[in-house]
């Protein structure tokens, strides 16, 4: 699992990070070159940044893979995959006979690790009701939003305040 540092704005020093800017020399920006003068506020701005915006740890897997994806599977969807190059390159028959049977394992592999992440949520879903709400949520297909209002003429409103008056 790969960490990566981010910046966590909303627990930074706002106030100590202005008056730090505040205590800068400006003038010198103006005495320089451009490239210099950029250079300098780069610096500060950056220097700033550092010292009064804490960084925590992100970790990048987490938006990757789905929870059931996991070595076993990537290893056969792997294969599986250079076996259909395999015989798209050769169009052997004993290739497509293997690449449709590493096909049908793979499907039966993804159904099961899908199965037990299902069981493990159902089973935890009375003491850790948050984890069975992220999975349901991410299994609604329909997403309930406000589309546009015809009037009584049949003319489409788009107006917020328009809109309003309708809904009341």
Same mark, same amino acid.
């Given at each position: 699992? !790969?960490?990566?540092?981010? =910046?966590?704005?909303?627990?930074?020093?706002?106030?100590?990070?202005?008056?730090?800017? !505040?205590?800068? $020399?400006?003038?010198?920006?103006?005495? !320089?070159? !451009?490239? *210099?003068? +950029? #250079?300098?506020?780069?610096?500060?701005?950056?220097?700033?940044?550092?010292?009064?915006?804490?960084?925590? $740890?992100?970790?990048?897997?987490?938006?990757? +893979?789905?929870? +059931?994806?996991?070595?076993?599977?990537?290893?056969?969807? &792997?294969?599986?995959?250079?076996?259909?190059?395999?015989?798209?390159? $050769?169009?052997? &028959?004993?290739?497509?006979?293997? =690449? #449709?049977?590493?096909?049908?394992?793979?499907?039966?592999?993804?159904?099961?690790?899908?199965?037990?992440?299902?069981?493990?949520?159902?089973?935890?879903?009375?003491?850790?009701?948050?984890?069975?709400?992220? =999975?349901?949520?991410?299994?609604?297909?329909?997403?309930?939003?406000?589309?546009?209002?015809?009037?009584?003429?049949?003319?489409?409103? $788009?107006?917020?305040?328009?809109?309003? *008056? =309708?809904?009341?």
């Amino acid at each position: 699992m !790969t960490k990566a540092k981010v =910046y966590n704005f909303r627990k930074a020093n706002y106030e100590g990070m202005k008056q730090r800017l !505040t205590e800068v $020399d400006w003038s010198k920006i103006e005495k !320089t070159s !451009t490239e *210099k003068g +950029w #250079l300098f506020f780069k610096n500060v701005v950056l220097e700033a940044q550092n010292n009064y915006i804490p960084k925590v $740890d992100k970790s990048k897997s987490k938006t990757k +893979w789905p929870k +059931w994806f996991n070595r076993s599977i990537k290893k056969n969807i &792997q294969r599986k995959k250079a076996l259909y190059r395999a015989f798209k390159r $050769d169009q052997k &028959q004993n290739t497509q006979k293997e =690449y #449709l049977e590493l096909q049908t394992q793979v499907k039966k592999e993804v159904r099961k690790a899908k199965r037990e992440i299902e069981i493990n949520i159902a089973k935890g879903a009375k003491t850790n009701s948050k984890i069975f709400f992220q =999975y349901y949520n991410s299994k609604r297909t329909f997403k309930e939003e406000v589309k546009c209002l015809r009037d009584t003429n049949g003319k489409i409103i $788009d107006e917020e305040k328009k809109n309003s *008056k =309708y809904i009341k």
